[in-house]
């Protein structure tokens, strides 16, 4: 009798695992075909950017050098050219794969600070760059924060305006949002 449920149970067993082997090669050819017939497609991390400055510490920034500043291609974007090497550090690296690069890099001065957003092609050459946050750390007056979702990149700007009569200051904001998808090749396209 126990050589008879013994047979039994092995052979369930056995049926179990090849089918389930069969299910799992099964999975595995259609999950390559679904790969190959779609486009590449980049997926972050969800990350926030910006709204978190108030917690920098000023003296433990490593700022970029000449040699960082020269291989990330920073001369090729326009809006960095007025600042020295003392008001640029590394943000973070959002995505390092097959496809390229994406990291941040933020601009601080005494009185402000911006976060780009930099994208690179797989020979680290600058693809794109992208404003995600900005602060100013004196009078608000705009604020720039960024939502990355997957491959979209909600960027949101509130301009603010202040107006008094008689000692009495009233504050006032314009907010607006623009979505940007992320491309394989690593563009950042207005949605």
């Known amino acids: 009798m126990s ?9 369930i067993i056995l049926f179990l695992v090849l089918s389930l082997s069969s299910c799992d090669s099964k999975s ?23 709204k978190y400055f ?19 291609h920073l001369v090729q974007i326009n809006s960095l ?12 690296i959002l995505f390092n ?4 690069k994406l990291l941040t890099l933020k601009v601080i001065t005494e009185g402000e600070i911006t976060e780009y957003l930099l994208s690179y092609d797989p020979k680290g050459n600058l693809v794109d760059s992208l404003i995600v946050a900005y602060e100013d750390m004196v009078d608000y007056y705009s ?13 949101q700007t509130v301009n603010f305006t202040y107006d008094g009569k008689d000692g009495n200051e009233e504050t006032a904001s314009d907010t607006s949002m623009t979505k ?12």
């Open 81 to 92: 050219s007025g600042y020295d090497l003392e008001d640029l550090t590394m943000g973070q």
């Open 28 to 50: 595995k050819k259609e999950a390559d075909v679904s790969t190959l017939s779609l486009p590449d497609k980049i997926v972050l991390q969800d990350s926030t950017l910006g």
């Open 97 to 100: 794969g097959a496809n390229g």
């Open 3 to 11: 050589v008879i449920r013994w047979s039994l149970i092995s052979s």
């Open 180 to 191: 940007y998808q992320i491309t394989p090749s690593l563009r950042f396209l207005t949605d």
């Open 143 to 155: 604020e720039v924060t960024t939502i990355i979702r997957k491959n979209q990149i909600l960027v």
């Open 54 to 72: 108030d917690v920098i510490d000023f003296s433990k920034l490593k700022r970029l050098t000449q040699a960082e500043y020269d291989s990330l």
